[in-house]
């Protein structure tokens, strides 16, 4: 005759060292979850998720080994009646519902609550891929014949620069607006290698490329005249303003966005259109209304 023991008693007692860690595993997926709505740091995060990751393996593994059958007991066959004694104490037993909670009760009540911790925290996770980041971050304040002012809010001739020099410059009637804040930067005109397409975005060598660095979002102030290069203080990400800005050392990936430039009747420097990519590291992040 092969025997398993029976549901409760000490089976009961070696499952719960499994069904303590599964426990373990969805109160760690839970914390994970209120990072992730409190925009804790992405380290707190991913640390929480592999925490309750690995508690869950460590319950099912503990479960297999220790919690479950792993030998069998032959002994020679009995009488298979049941004397009158133990139909009563089982009768008595079945009416009560038990002295104990069934191992498997124990351990399938842990699986289910992690389990559900896990769906939940896939269900935020896959709440935060929607909607869309809103169009007007997409744009800033820069529209077609914006003139283009300085610090004092005095529009800007060509002229008024000398060949390399630079100054930070803002769209009329936005002045000081973190979005929109633009270097204007004149070099000779013809050791300018802007890319294909970006020939007319120039007056007469004056080339204007976004403020706000690509990839933390300082504000890139320093101009080095001798290598044309333009320097965020803040990571030393460097920027060729030669070639349409583009990234030539440092974590910076991607150019800092150009302005395109022209002239109106009245020989002031305006914008033709907006920047021609988006702004910053992660425009998704800022808020409508100011910077990161």
């Known amino acids: 005759m092969t025997s398993r023991g029976p549901t409760g008693g000490p089976g009961t007692l070696r499952s719960l060292g499994p069904a303590a860690v599964m426990l373990a595993a969805a109160i760690t997926a839970l914390a994970a979850l209120v990072a992730f709505w409190m925009q804790a740091d992405t380290q ?12 869950a393996g460590i319950g099912l593994v503990c479960w297999a080994r220790h919690a479950m059958p792993d030998e069998l007991a032959t002994d020679e066959r009995e009488d298979l009646a049941s004397t009158a004694a ?11 519902g038990g002295e104990s909670i069934s191992r498997r009760r124990l351990l ?22 929607a909607p869309e980041p809103d169009p007007v971050l997409r744009h800033t304040a820069w529209q077609g014949s914006a003139r283009v002012v300085n610090a004092a809010g005095r529009p800007v001739r060509p002229d008024d620069l000398k060949v390399g020099g630079v100054m930070t410059v803002y769209p009329e009637n936005h002045l000081g607006d973190a979005r929109a804040q633009t270097l204007l930067i004149r070099v000779r005109a013809g050791d300018l290698r802007l890319p294909a397409g970006r020939d007319s975005w120039a007056v007469d060598g004056t080339v204007a490329y976004s403020k706000v660095c690509t990839h933390a979002g300082c504000p890139v102030g320093l101009f080095q005249e001798e290598e044309h290069l333009l320097l965020c203080p803040c990571h030393q990400s460097t920027f060729d303003v030669l070639s349409g800005a583009q990234p030539t ?6 150019p800092l966005p150009q302005l395109p430039l022209a002239v109106d009747g009245d020989g002031y420097l305006v914008a033709q259109s907006d920047y021609d990519t988006p702004i910053g590291p992660g425009f998704w992040n800022m808020t409508a209304g100011g910077s990161r």
């Not at 707190?44 to 508690?55: H, I, K, T």
């Not at 133990?86 to 009560?96: F, G, K, Q, W």
């Open 108 to 129: 399938i009540g842990a699986v289910v609550t992690v389990t559900s911790a896990y769906a939940a925290l896939g269900l935020s996770l896959l709440r935060s891929l």
């Open 44 to 55: 707190v995060f991913g640390g929480l998720c592999a925490a309750s990751l690995l508690l």
């Open 86 to 96: 133990e139909r009563a104490e089982l009768a008595a037993t079945l009416a009560s």
């Open 249 to 254: 050392s440092g974590p910076a990936a991607r």
